[in-house]
């Protein structure tokens, strides 16, 4: 199994602003997942974080709205740019590999004003 | 991505068996069965996964139709902490990427 946890837990942020959410994972993973859950929605993907290239988006999110980085085979973040109210969401970091499980964090709960 | 069909809630008594169905009429030959559920305020879980054969593991079991095009998860005792959002998720691990798509699961209230 793997322990996964993300800062910050929660925040409040203007519109306009970035905020950066870090996933930190308890051992050395293959994939590392970012998933947005809107308010009352289901998860939506929205890039694999690849260790040492750039992240694989999935279609309706781009780079320059929610940069990842992925340094190493245990961290990554996530920043959400230039926010506006409807990135309102839980964001949550997921790992996978090579077993059948992945494994979800405690998300990161974001408020925009 | 094959896509999966769940009803949007169900209800059970606490202590009664519950059967969570899904289809997935679209499903190939190397898609994998995989379900997870989210409790309140968390992160989602784990559940159980399977290709054909039924599966048992302690959380629950699964049941896979003859033809792949439905399956049911089965908890053989509903408790109140079972009252979650559980998803039906098709996935094939053959492909380069292990990245899970959530549909909109079945919502679980569980009563008391």
């Known amino acids: 199994s793997a322990v996964i946890s993300q800062k910050p837990s929660r925040d409040i942020c203007q519109r306009g602003t970035s905020l950066t959410i870090q996933c930190q994972v308890d051992?050395?993973?293959?994939?590392m997942f970012w998933y947005r859950q809107q308010p009352g929605q289901s998860l939506t993907l929205i890039a694999t974080a690849n260790q040492g290239s750039e992240a694989t988006y999935e279609s309706g999110f781009v780079i320059d709205k929610f940069p990842i980085s992925r340094p190493n085979l245990t961290f990554s973040t996530l920043t959400v740019s230039n926010m506006s109210p409807e990135d309102s969401s839980i964001y949550l970091c997921s790992v996978g590999g090579l077993s059948y499980e992945q494994y979800f964090g405690p998300g990161t709960r974001l408020t925009v004003t | 991505d094959a896509k999966t069909t769940q009803p949007n809630s169900m209800e059970s008594n606490e202590e009664e068996p519950v059967h969570l169905p899904c289809n997935h009429s679209?499903?190939?030959?190397?898609?994998?069965i995989h379900w997870y559920r989210q409790l309140p305020s968390q992160g989602p879980e784990y559940v159980i996964h399977?290709?054909?054969s039924n599966v048992n593991n302690r959380m629950a079991s699964l049941a896979i139709a003859e033809d792949r095009k439905s399956s049911t998860l089965i908890l053989h005792r509903a408790t109140l902490r079972d009252a979650a959002v559980y998803y039906c998720?098709?996935?094939?691990?053959?492909?380069?990427?292990?990245?899970?798509?959530f549909g909109s699961g079945t919502r679980l209230l569980v009563r008391p």
């Open positions: 399977g290709l054909t």
């Open positions: 679209t499903i190939s030959g190397t898609d994998y």
């Open positions: 051992s050395q993973v293959t994939m």
């Open positions: 998720i098709l996935r094939d691990p053959s492909g380069s990427s292990y990245k899970l798509i």
